[in-house]
């Protein structure tokens, strides 16, 4: 899953919520200064995902069934 792969110049910050993805996952997440401020993953059941999130080193993460939360304020690691 890539985030945020072509923002349009001018959209700084914002929010998406409910978008629907492969493998049955629903996204909402928002940004500030064109980085992934919040993420949130809806699983019907347990997945691997590769997150590509600006500002952050690709990762391979396994999404159990339910909602899974990611936070990060880019002056830290990002936390679960």
Known sequence: L???PALPPG??????AGVRCRNGLTLS???KRNLI???EIR???PVTV???IP???PAVREIPAGISR????????CTD
């Open 2 to 4: 890539e985030l945020l």
């Open 11 to 16: 959209w700084n910050r914002g929010s998406l």
């Open 29 to 31: 997440f928002s940004w």
């Open 37 to 39: 401020t919040s993420l």
């Open 43 to 45: 699983a019907g059941r």
């Open 50 to 52: 590769r997150l590509v």
């Open 55 to 57: 500002g952050q080193v």
């Open 70 to 77: 990611f936070r990060w304020d880019h002056r830290m690691p």
